[in-house]
């Protein structure tokens, strides 16, 4: 079974003016979608094909090709599902009070997450993930995420693509706007979810 191009929930231009509608539609059906088409091509005819996106992750640190690719289908996946036109939606009290213990405020948990999105050298994704039961901040570069065998490792609830072609359009090198925005348009509530079903688990 191939990988599916992931249909938005919205327009391209609904989350204007936050994110402009020329780099959303250029972002999926562009950049997203040759990820996915490249993917699919990667792993054709391999032991990978059939596998799930996170069991590729987990078995692809030293084929660079399917890493990237893989990489940039699941992180795009995750961007498009938590992020709404809707503005921000109710936070779980799970994860708020989660996010008040570990980083003293959802307003400290801002400043922070945008210091490591904002001071992310080059290409790269910043992340609010899950390790251990703790919430963590990282950020990783290229299309690496957290499910991989890296350093930064746990399960993904919320990211943020700083990559150029996410933003440049709109806020061409003032990356700190791009992110002041993504707050605009975080959907809390499918962030809840995630991190909700994860301490489930735990």
Not at 98 to 104: A, D, M, N, P, Y
Not at 113 to 133: C, E, H, N, P
Not at 178 to 198: G, L, P, T
Request: with cysteine; net charge negative; aromatic share 12%.
């Amino acid at each position: 079974m191939e990988f599916e191009l992931q249909r938005l929930k919205y327009s391209y231009d609904a989350l204007e003016p936050h994110i402009d509608k020329r780099t959303m539609e250029i972002h999926h059906s562009k950049h997203y979608a040759g990820y996915t088409n490249k993917l699919n091509a990667n792993i054709k005819d391999t032991d990978l094909e059939g596998k799930t996106i996170e069991e590729i992750l987990k078995t692809t640190q030293h084929i660079a090709a399917i890493r990237n690719n893989a990489g940039g289908y699941y992180n795009h996946n995750l961007f498009w599902s938590i992020m709404t036109p809707n503005g921000n939606t109710d936070i779980s009290n799970e994860l708020k009070k989660s996010i008040e213990e570990t980083f003293g405020s959802i307003e400290e948990f801002k400043e922070e997450f945008s210091k490591v999105a904002s001071t992310q050298f080059g290409s790269g994704w910043a992340w609010l993930y899950v390790a251990d039961g703790a919430l963590k901040i990282g950020a990783t570069p290229n299309h690496d995420n957290p499910i991989m065998e890296i350093e930064l490792n746990g399960e993904p609830i919320l990211c943020l693509d700083v990559w150029e072609h996410a933003y440049y359009l709109n806020y061409q090198n003032v990356r700190p706007d791009y992110i002041n925005a993504f707050f605009e348009i975080i959907n809390w509530e499918e962030v809840s979810k995630k991190y909700d079903e994860i301490v489930s688990r735990t």
